[in-house]
Structures are given as C-alpha cells and as structure tokens.
C-alpha cells in the first residue's frame, strides 16, 4: 500500500455553467448556453490522457449530458470513469433537502440511461458540500450505491471548503471521501494550507512555485488528487453576455481570464512529473477497490 497515487478527475463543464454565480447578471439564468467548445476542450484531454496512457474520472453534469450524450460514451470508450456531478451547476447548501435529492438523483439518472453503467463517484458542484449538508447528501450517495466522494475543499472559501478538514482520504459514513489535496506548513507560527491541485489554483500559481509546493507536498503523501475544468484549457470559453460588470466582476473576469494560454502546458508538465515520479493514475473507483483489497 505504499505506492505513489495520482487521481486524475475533470470536472467536464464549460466557463458559464462553472462560474455563472459569481456574476449577478447571471447568478440566477435558468437556461445556461453549453458551447460547442465544451467537446473540443474535452476531447483535447481524452487525447492527452490516451497518448500518456493514464486514466481520470470525468465528473458530469446532467444537463452537460442531455445535450452531449455521445461525449459520455467517448469517455467511457477510452476506458476512464463517469462520476455525478449533479443536474444542475448550483450550491447544494442552499437546496433543501429534497432539491439536494432531486439534483443528485437527475444527474445519476441521465448517465445511467445514456450509458448503460451506473456511477458510483460523486462531486458536488462547486464543492458545495458544508458541515451541514454533509450527513444528508452521504445517507443520499449511500443508498444510491455510491462509494466516493470527493467534494470537499479542506480549506473555507467565500463560495465552499470546509476549513481544517483533514485531506487525507478516508471512509466518512461508509463513503470514501477523497478531498481536493492541499499542502499545509507553518510561516512562523501561522498554519497555512495552499490548493495545489489543480482548477484555477494551478492556473494563476507561477508553474515553478506549484511545482515545488507539489514536491513538498508528496513528500509526505501517497496520495495526490488533480483536478482540472476543459474550459481552463481555452483562452476564448469565457463570455459574459453583459458586459455592464461592477469592479469587482472585473477582477473576478480578469482572475479567470489569466493563465489560460499556459495551461495545457502546465497540464502536460505536471502529468509528466508525476509519471516520471513513479505515480500511477487511477480513477477513483479503481482507487476505492485498491484501498478495499
Ligand atoms: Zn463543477
């Protein structure tokens, strides 16, 4: 049980769906646009993956597969998981219970009935699983047959994260919780933890600086989980349709704007590292089965 482990997950969804609520001009859209360059973006990383011969779980919308169905069959084609990540891209902490249900249930559901194969791994959108939520959503994931879980970000956030929470992956509630890795250390006397997994963290973070937090970190960890977005990848996925922004929107605009050209480089560079590091890659069901075994 001592090797090296990279899990690879993509949260397979495009600027809009993935960053809608951090604008009020489309906080509250019903009907989010799902472009085209949804396809190439992913496609882009299916080839990746295949030329480097590792495997990821691709963690899908309901309504990204309603519209892309046969996306959903290339993925499994190429032999990596299909994971739930909900219907819609909304904060399961402010659903009820029985929206939180219905949201998961939706999205289950759809990749079940355009697949054939039943998921087994959940994300929450936007890791929007609080100290609150946590008990209802697991019974949930539970009794739909699910067996991983990896939405929680062990660092509070204005938008997610639930602060302290140990990373190290474990069984909560007869779930295997995987959290999004983060490297802790003290600066004097302060504990600090920085995200060094992936998303826009691994985006805007100089790559040299991330890579050196990822050293350290895997000096005392087995275990690293990445996660990266298909539109991350895309310097033109990233239209507002108003452009009437307040400050703040365009700081938050600019902030997912930056890195985008680099980042498939990154991307390659820190697979490489980790393959040349003697890392395997698993899906998260195939981690959850080595962990049994
Ligand atoms: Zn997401």
Redesign the pocket.
Known sequence: MNEKIALLTI?T?SWL??SKDLFKSTKNLKDIPIPESLLKNTYWFLRLFNDLSIKATF?I?GCVAEKYPSLLKDILKHNHELGN?GYF?NFLYEYTEEEINENIFLGHEIIQRITGVTPKSF?A???SISEHNLPIIFSFLKNLGYTVDSSIFPIKTPLYGINNFDSTPKIIDGILVIPISIFSFYFFNFSLSLPISGGGYYRITPELLMMQLVKKYIKHNNTILLYF?PYEIDPNDIEIRNDNLSLKEKLIYIQQRVGRGRMKQKIKNILNLLKNWGFLFMSLQEFYEYKNH
Do not use: A, N, T
């Open positions: 949260d969804e769906i993935s963690f919308l990540h891209h994300r959108p936007y890791f977005h």
